[in-house]
């Protein structure tokens, strides 16, 4: 069972609430965000071991495992992709800091999930003395997939189309998988080891659907309405595959 507890935090009481079923983007205000914790109930399946190829074996002195769970402090589930739908078109179409770096470290993939916006350039590296290749496998963008068999070598790539989550994954190494979630504005995130997040600000008062995705867990999502000055918990479950 997936649990999604989410606060809506609107630090200006300023802005009037939006009518009914409409979006406004006309103040948003960057001291008003959405920040949760996304909880996992039931029993996770414990890690499993990864059986590396001799090379990649070489790159680690204990066994790797992997859970499809990453399960921590008070229950809280990591990897966990939250973004929002029904944002006003042209808000938040900026993206904020760096772009973003999926990696490849002892024939691993990090982070294992990972956001980006439509059009977004990100990078891909290969930190690891040996050959990895690259192989995005979406269903509605264009499929890509390139050899990196020098250490240190980075490929930029974006995706044209929003897509949640998309699996990039190694031919090479079959364990190796990775997961993006595209979208047309700056308004997700990925919870940590605690199972928190936080969404940038600047949002506008009004309602939106708020969507958690998992890689195996799958989908839940609800309605909620942003309101500057009040807090609001929504709690999601769902059931793991």
Not at 8 to 16: D, F, L, S, Y
Not at 65 to 78: C, F, H, I, P, S
Not at 161 to 171: F, N, Q
Request: aromatic share 8%; net charge positive.
């Amino acid at each position: 069972m997936l649990s999604l507890w989410v606060l809506i935090c609107g630090c200006k009481p300023a802005t009037p609430p939006a009518t009914a079923g409409t979006n406004t983007a006309a103040a948003p205000s960057r001291d008003q965000f959405i920040s949760g914790r996304v909880i996992f109930k039931g029993e996770a399946p414990p890690p499993r071991n990864l059986l590396l190829d001799a090379m990649c074996g070489k790159l680690h002195t204990n066994a790797v495992t992997e859970a499809d769970y990453r399960v921590g402090e008070a229950n809280g589930l990591a990897d966990v992709f939250v973004h929002l739908q029904g944002v006003p078109e042209g808000v938040g179409t900026t993206p904020e800091g760096e772009a973003p770096l999926l990696d490849q470290q002892g024939c691993l993939y990090t982070p294992k999930v990972f956001g980006v916006l439509v059009n977004q350039k990100f990078k891909i590296r290969n930190s690891d003395a040996l050959m990895h290749n690259v192989h995005a496998v979406p269903k509605a963008n264009s499929e890509f997939n390139f050899a990196q068999p020098i250490k240190g070598q980075v490929n930029e790539k974006a995706f044209s189309k929003p897509e949640v989550l998309l699996r990039i994954k190694c031919d090479v190494h079959q364990w190796m998988n990775a997961y993006v979630g595209v979208v047309p504005h700056k308004f997700f995130a990925v919870t940590d080891e605690k199972g928190q997040f936080r969404l940038p600000g600047g949002l506008p008062a009004g309602k939106y659907t708020i969507d958690a995705v998992h890689p195996k867990a799958g989908r839940v999502s609800q309605e909620i309405t942003v309101v500057a000055g009040a807090n609001q918990p929504v709690e999601l479950t769902l059931s793991p595959r």
